[in-house]
């Protein structure tokens, strides 16, 4: 089983049902399940998350509001987002965090402010978060040393010693496909260093090509495995099972992904 812990499919529910399945389905390597966890970013898909989660075997909902879309929400959304966990089956808060880059800072605060009181909501009960970083590692480093919960830090191409920050705080780091590309000299030195024991995979479907011409599938998820294996000389069966074993713990999917 491979797992792709950061994706937002919320976009596939356009398409007839047995499309759907035909799409979570297809798998460039057939010789790996593939199981997703579907991201959110502000109220107005918290439900449609929850549906795929609900209609589709290897789908798993995560709820929360991405920095870009703080100002379309309010307090009041954190009442409806706990009563969501509450009632169904949610595997973390994400996508949320802070983003600092313009026109988005203009924003900090409130930025803070969700952000604050969606991981008070997690540790509450006991779920991660994934968390979204632009501009913002010092606020964000200072936040997570005062509410302890774990998580990854999705789609991070940092230096050495900002990541060994996130990673002693218990958080993994989510690799997409810009590990693929040939100037990505940042994320292969990561990889190569830091090697599986901190890593988890992830597309970040639809947002995240391979390549700029070309378009993202949810297949990508196994070559970024491939490229993985290549940067660390091992085997892609190894990725593949030592990814998925940290996901699962992370996530609490122990269990999870037999019974659903």
């Given at each position: 089983?491979?797992?792709?812990?950061?994706?937002?499919?919320?976009?596939?529910?356009?398409?007839?049902?047995?499309?759907?399945?035909?799409l979570?389905?297809?798998?460039?390597?057939?010789?790996?399940?593939?199981?997703?966890?579907?991201?959110?970013?502000?109220?107005?898909?918290?439900?449609?998350?929850?549906?795929?989660?609900?209609?589709?075997?290897?789908?798993?909902?995560?709820?929360?509001?991405?920095?870009?879309?703080?100002?379309?929400?309010?307090?009041?959304?954190?009442?409806?987002?706990e009563?969501?966990?509450?009632?169904?089956?949610?595997v973390?808060?994400?996508?949320?965090?802070?983003?600092?880059?313009?026109?988005?800072?203009?924003?900090?605060?409130?930025q803070?402010?969700?952000?604050?009181?969606?991981?008070?909501?997690?540790?509450?009960?006991?779920?991660?978060?994934?968390?979204?970083?632009?501009?913002?590692?010092?606020?964000?480093?200072?936040?997570?040393?005062?509410?302890?919960?774990?998580?990854?830090?999705?789609?991070?191409?940092?230096?050495?010693?900002?990541?060994?920050?996130?990673?002693?705080?218990?958080?993994?780091?989510?690799?997409?496909?810009?590990?693929?590309?040939?100037?990505?000299?940042?994320?292969?030195?990561?990889?190569?260093?830091?090697?599986?024991?901190?890593?988890?995979?992830?597309?970040?479907?639809?947002?995240?090509?391979?390549?700029?011409?070309?378009?993202?599938?949810?297949s990508?998820?196994?070559?970024?495995?491939?490229?993985?294996?290549?940067?660390?000389?091992?085997?892609?069966?190894?990725?593949?099972?030592?990814?998925?074993?940290?996901?699962?713990?992370?996530?609490?999917?122990?269990?999870?992904?037999?019974?659903?």
């Amino acid at each position: 089983m491979i797992i792709d812990t950061h994706c937002h499919l919320d976009i596939l529910l356009s398409l007839p049902s047995s499309n759907i399945s035909h799409l979570l389905k297809s798998n460039k390597n057939l010789e790996f399940d593939v199981s997703f966890i579907t991201m959110s970013t502000s109220s107005s898909n918290w439900l449609k998350q929850l549906e795929l989660s609900q209609r589709f075997k290897h789908v798993y909902c995560a709820l929360g509001i991405h920095p870009w879309y703080v100002q379309d929400s309010s307090f009041k959304s954190l009442v409806l987002l706990e009563r969501l966990i509450i009632e169904n089956s949610v595997v973390a808060l994400g996508e949320v965090g802070l983003d600092f880059t313009s026109p988005y800072k203009e924003n900090k605060n409130l930025q803070i402010d969700l952000l604050v009181e969606q991981l008070i909501l997690a540790k509450r009960f006991g779920l991660p978060a994934s968390l979204h970083v632009r501009k913002a590692h010092n606020e964000m480093l200072e936040i997570l040393s005062s509410i302890a919960v774990r998580g990854v830090i999705h789609g991070l191409g940092a230096s050495k010693e900002l990541v060994r920050s996130y990673i002693d705080l218990g958080f993994k780091i989510g690799v997409n496909g810009v590990v693929i590309r040939e100037n990505a000299r940042r994320y292969h030195e990561l990889v190569t260093y830091f090697g599986l024991k901190y890593l988890v995979l992830e597309t970040d479907f639809p947002h995240v090509k391979i390549m700029p011409l070309e378009k993202p599938l949810l297949s990508d998820i196994i070559l970024v495995a491939e490229k993985i294996a290549s940067l660390l000389n091992c085997s892609l069966e190894e990725v593949v099972n030592k990814t998925s074993l940290n996901a699962q713990k992370i996530f609490n999917l122990n269990g999870i992904l037999d019974g659903k």
